[in-house]
Structures are given as structure tokens and as C-alpha cells.
């Protein structure tokens, strides 16, 4: 039965997304965008102090920029993530200049990348740990054009940081934890 339900479920989603795909208006990029979008994410960490642990929680997006060509746009992104266990509440927040690059004019699938910043914190009575560091985001969408300056647009983005020390309590640790962050969500752009 489970399986039934599952195989309808992919049906009537490939069903959707085909007429949706056939249905959108024409891809136009010119002048000004901004957009945001929210979703799942999970934040793990690599280096001094690996895990393979990783925390899942609430995870979104704002960014807005302007457009090169029909094939790029510049622009600078927030990313955020956080999570509640056991009574502590954990966010990340990252800051980024991107790059994003229509590989077909006519098409609405984009990728992504930039630099920023990343910060993890959390708020412990006793421990209470911080890091940040310098991050590299990677990433990937569709615009799905419904309007004919709005687009809804599912992504997949990972931001990775390095050099990002531990901090406890407020004094370094020499601990470098480095976070990183891979998010899922569905956003919405005006072009």
C-alpha cells in the first residue's frame, strides 16, 4: 500500500512539474531582482573537532542583486539555519557576494556560487559555543516563470566555511570546527 501511494505521489508530481514546465512564460533577466526562499536544512562540521552527526532544522534565504546579461546575474545572498535540542537553540547565518549563471538563455535552471561569511552559534547557560569563517557557496535552482516578473524557484545550495575557530564561553579554544550547511528549500524571485 505504502509503495502505491508513493509511485501515485511521483506520478502526479512528474505530471505537475511537466505541465508547469510546458506552461511558463517566457524567460526575460534585465535590471534589478530580489527574492528570498525557505526550506529544510542541516548543518554539520569538518575539521579539529569532526562529527559525523549532522542537525537538521528550519533553513532560508534573501537575496537581490542585478542583472550583467541574459546569462548572468550578480548579487549578494543571506542564508540562515537553526534548530532547537534540548532547550539550546542553534543558528547559523552566512553573508555572500554570488555569481549566477543561466547556462540557456530561455531556460530558467541556474547555478550558483560566491564568497562570504559564515557564523555559528548557540545559546548554552554553560558552554555556549561561537565560530566563524570565511565560506564558499555552491548551488543550483530553476525558475519556474508564473508571472511575467515572478518566478517560483526550488534550489539546492551547500556553503562550506574554513578557519573557523571554537570559541566557548567567549575564549578561543584553537579548535578549528569549521561548520557547513546544505539546504533544500523553494523560493519565490521578481525579476
Known amino acids: 500500500m505504502g509503495t502505491l501511494r508513493a509511485t501515485g505521489f511521483c506520478a502526479l508530481l512528474t ?3 511537466a505541465t508547469s514546465a510546458f506552461a511558463q512564460k517566457a524567460q526575460t533577466r534585465e535590471g534589478f531582482w ?4 525557505a526550506g529544510a536544512g542541516s548543518l554539520g562540521f569538518s ?3 569532526t562529527s559525523s552527526n549532522r542537525e537538521t532544522g528550519l533553513s532560508g534565504n534573501f537575496k537581490l542583486g542585478a542583472t550583467v546579461s541574459p546569462h548572468f ?3 549578494a545572498e543571506t542564508n540562515g539555519w537553526t534548530d532547537e535540542t534540548a532547550g539550546v537553540t542553534t543558528t547559523a547565518g552566512v553573508f555572500s557576494a ?10 530558467g ?3 550558483k ?8 552559534s548557540d545559546n548554552a547557560e554553560i558552554g555556549q559555543g561561537k565560530a566563524a ?4 557557496q555552491f548551488g543550483l535552482g530553476y525558475d519556474f516563470r508564473v508571472g511575467r516578473n515572478f518566478s517560483v524557484s526550488p534550489y539546492a545550495n551547500y556553503i562550506a566555511s574554513t578557519g573557523a575557530e571554537l570559541k566557548m564561553d567567549g575564549s578561543p579554544t584553537g579548535v578549528d570546527i569549521n561548520p557547513n550547511i546544505f539546504q533544500m528549500g523553494l523560493g519565490v524571485t521578481w525579476h
Not at 98 to 107: K, L, N, T
Open 133 to 136: 569563517g570565511m565560506a564558499a
Open 113 to 120: 556560487g560566491g564568497l562570504g561569511y559564515l557564523a555559528v
Open 109 to 111: 535552471l541556474y547555478l
Open 98 to 107: 554570488m555569481g549566477y549563471y543561466y547556462p540557456m538563455v530561455q531556460s
Open 73 to 75: 546575474l550578480i548579487g
Open 15 to 17: 505530471a505537475v512539474l
Open 34 to 37: 530580489i527574492g528570498f526562499g
Open 47 to 49: 575539521g579539529d573537532a
